[in-house]
């Protein structure tokens, strides 16, 4: 097989050395299918892991911790309720989360409005 194209006078470079069939060559050809979109699979997966996390801590409370849902008539304690505690915990977690990330957000639209 002549490696030449003689139209142009230069060197094909191939990988394979043109060995592979017209069939090898169409397998990466575009479906036609939209790709899976994977937002959902994060924000559910990102869920999931702060709630074993949440889950986690509360085995690092030395001490019984009283907590309050909102209103002073929904408080609970931390040894006779893990559960809630969990759940406790994983708000704070979200609200620590979203805190920084709309700080962040408000930050960035102040720093690309005053152009330095």
Request: net charge positive.
């Amino acid at each position: 097989m002549n490696n030449i194209d003689d139209e142009a006078n230069k060197v094909i470079w191939s990988l394979q050395n043109n060995k592979r069939t017209e069939a090898e060559r169409n397998v990466f050809q575009p479906t036609g299918k939209k790709p899976m979109n994977k937002n959902l699979v994060y924000v559910l997966s990102a869920l999931g892991i702060t709630l074993v996390l949440s889950y986690v801590l509360t085995f690092f409370a030395k001490e019984t911790i009283s907590f309050c849902f909102l209103l002073e008539t929904y408080c609970f304690n931390s040894l006779e309720n893990p559960i809630a505690f969990t759940f406790f915990i994983f708000m704070n977690l979200w609200i620590l989360i979203l805190g920084v990330g709309i700080a962040y957000i408000i930050g960035k639209k102040i720093g690309d409005h005053f152009k330095v």
